[in-house]
């Protein structure tokens, strides 16, 4: 096979053998990929301290046939996390956990451009954006898109058992399994996303991750879509992300 040639984000990396990784990123050319960093432990590795979660890298790799890895041939920075990171433990913590949740969630080797994108836009606003109240709307920001972009997110305007619309003053229903609800059909029971959470969330998808990040929503609100948005997280992976306990320590119950 001949030699990809893509952007990436280093998602995360673990030891291999000896002297080798396995690295997982996610690339822009061909979505989530994994590989093998051939001496990448080594000192003064030719990989330098490209490997760090959320580092863009200019990455080349290759196929071998009848491999489920690939072979990581050069991987280059192109714009560092160190700096972000370095910030604050709940920064670093942050983009951990968007690594994860990245890492989990993407099916390999199928392009996302939008997905990408939304990376780059929200490591851009988290970088622009030092206060730390708004790191958590930022993370709501990247979760409820990430779910959206893999078809996870509920379409909190139409009830998915009976079909009719759930006009946009009223609440929508959540089963256990994240499917909405209308209040007919539901009864009232499973998790209420109210006018309030829906406008929050319009604004979401609406606002570039920038000016989501200046407008003032009250801490309550975040927390309830951060809650909702972690159910259909872990109803979707059927376990807990490692780096949510640590997060949500940090976040004082803002998450
Ligand atoms: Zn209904």
Redesign the pocket.
């Known amino acids: 096979m001949p030699l990809q040639t893509t952007q990436a984000y280093v998602l995360r990396t673990y030891t291999l053998a000896e002297a080798d990784k396995i690295c997982v990123f996610l690339t822009r050319d061909c979505g989530k990929v994994r590989g093998v960093a051939h001496g990448a432990r080594k000192m003064k590795s030719r990989f330098g301290s490209a490997l760090e979660p959320l580092t863009e890298v200019a990455l080349t790799y290759f196929f071998k046939e009848g491999r489920e890895l690939v072979s990581v041939s050069t991987c280059d920075i192109t714009r560092s996390s160190f700096y972000i990171a370095s910030r604050s433990y709940e920064t670093a913590s942050a983009l951990a956990y968007m690594a994860e949740l990245l890492s989990e969630f993407l099916p390999d080797n199928e392009p996302n451009e939008r997905l990408y994108r939304l990376v780059m836009a929200a490591l851009a606003a988290i970088e622009a954006t030092p206060e730390a109240d708004k790191l958590w709307q930022l993370l709501r920001y990247f979760e409820t898109w990430l779910l959206r972009l893999t078809g996870y997110f509920p379409d909190l305007a139409q009830?998915a058992?009976?079909q009719?619309g759930i006009e946009k003053n009223v609440s929508a229903f959540l089963t256990v399994e994240g499917s909405p609800?209308?209040l007919?059909?539901s009864s009232g029971r499973g998790a209420v996303v109210d006018t309030e959470m829906r406008h929050v969330i319009s604004e979401i998808f609406r606002a570039h991750p920038h000016e989501f990040a200046t407008q003032l929503i009250p801490a309550k609100r975040l927390q309830q879509i951060g809650e909702m948005n972690y159910q259909i997280i872990r109803h979707a992976l059927e376990r807990d992300l490692r780096s949510r306990a640590l997060l949500k320590q940090l976040a004082l119950g803002q998450l």
């Open positions: 009830c058992a009976c009719t609800r209308c007919h059909c």
